[in-house]
């Protein structure tokens, strides 16, 4: 039996997630207990929200100041009808403002697990993940543990690896932080092409070099989450 | 004679401008007509502010929501001793939300020349940039035209090029939107080094795939800036 997995995508300025499942079209109805969330498969185990469906037009700019973002934050979280979720996932925009504040208030009543951080390898995005790790201990916030993507570039020519943007910041990181290292994930032009044209990439580059990187990755997070809730 | 040139990071959550000038660990002094940027080179051509020089620990996490950022931008407009400039560029984060009504509200007295839009080749970015360009137009900034950043790699072993995040998402957009497109930055070690370590990439790396875009760039920029001011 497959999980029920939710999708709340809290980049209210970017909502990109409706696009990497190709459901940018749809629209979000009402029934008696909220918004109807967006599924995204055929089975109707993976169900989204984003403000991509709230807009009138793909175009239109959310000009919007914290308050506005802050009550529709709080709506996402209370007036959807989630339905029985194994997980809810929410993808934030980078960063520690409005957005993160108002998220961690929200959900605080349902105790989340934890936060999943990602960086590139670079010190200067390092930079803003040590900031966001400084957010959840203020906060209360576990974290599950950080991921490093864009970590490396294998050449579909020749097989050599380049690491464009240098390699490791991430693992170590979460070394000097204490935290668990997740795992890498390459640069992937399969798995670029996947999220950009909504296409099932498990189904479609099993051989891909991203997968064994993501199997690994998922596979932590759920050891991680299940030794904390038995 | 080279050009008195001011760099404003209203990224608040993730100022990375410092570090990639290597000036991360220098303070902000207050002088009678205010807070005095960091010079970043010998010259004294390049003056920065950022709240990177505010922070007691790099890792620091600014948790401020929109009124606190906004009070921040004024002051950096109003209450730095930037000199006579002859641009001031300002760096702000993705999206459409304080950081950008802010910088527009607090600029607008200078009559600001335009907007630059960076975009990486995906549909997703794109779709970012799209609702930018909505912004700009709502609050009549003009654009001074799209850059395509991350624009294919060319594997330093094999010399063939690989178009990691697709290609070509940025020059349409400038077409379909009737704004001028400015140019291609290729993925490229050599630049993500120099940024990384705070080094002069122009001086280091002259022979680099990104040099000749990015000079392009520039120059085409200075071109539709001049005939706008003359």
Request: charged share 20%.
């Amino acid at each position: 039996s497959s999980l029920q997995v939710g999708i709340l995508d809290v980049d209210l300025c970017g909502p990109s997630i409706p696009r990497m499942f190709r459901v940018q079209d749809n629209d979000v109805h009402q029934c008696d207990s909220g918004w109807v969330p967006v599924f995204v498969d055929q089975d109707k185990s993976i169900s989204l929200m984003s403000i991509g469906f709230l807009l009138e037009r793909p175009d239109d700019a959310v000009v919007w100041r914290g308050p506005k973002k802050n009550a529709l934050i709080k709506q996402f979280v209370a007036d959807v009808a989630w339905g029985d979720l194994d997980f809810l996932i929410v993808d934030t925009p980078p960063g520690t403002s409005d957005e993160h504040i108002s998220t961690v208030e929200a959900l605080r009543p349902y105790k989340p697990l934890g936060a999943i951080l990602v960086t590139t390898p670079q010190a200067v995005s390092v930079g803003d993940v040590r900031r966001e790790l400084t957010f959840c201990k203020k906060t209360g916030l576990r974290v599950l543990g950080i991921v490093e993507n864009m970590s490396g570039f294998v050449c579909p020519h020749c097989s050599e690896c380049t690491n464009i943007f240098s390699k490791g910041g991430g693992e170590e990181l979460a070394k000097h932080a204490g935290v668990p290292f997740l795992g890498c994930v390459p640069l992937d032009p399969q798995l670029s092409q996947s999220l950009e044209e909504g296409r099932d990439f498990i189904q479609e580059f099993p051989k891909s070099s991203a997968f064994p990187a993501l199997a690994h990755i998922t596979q932590q997070i759920l050891d991680g989450t299940s030794q904390q809730s038995s």
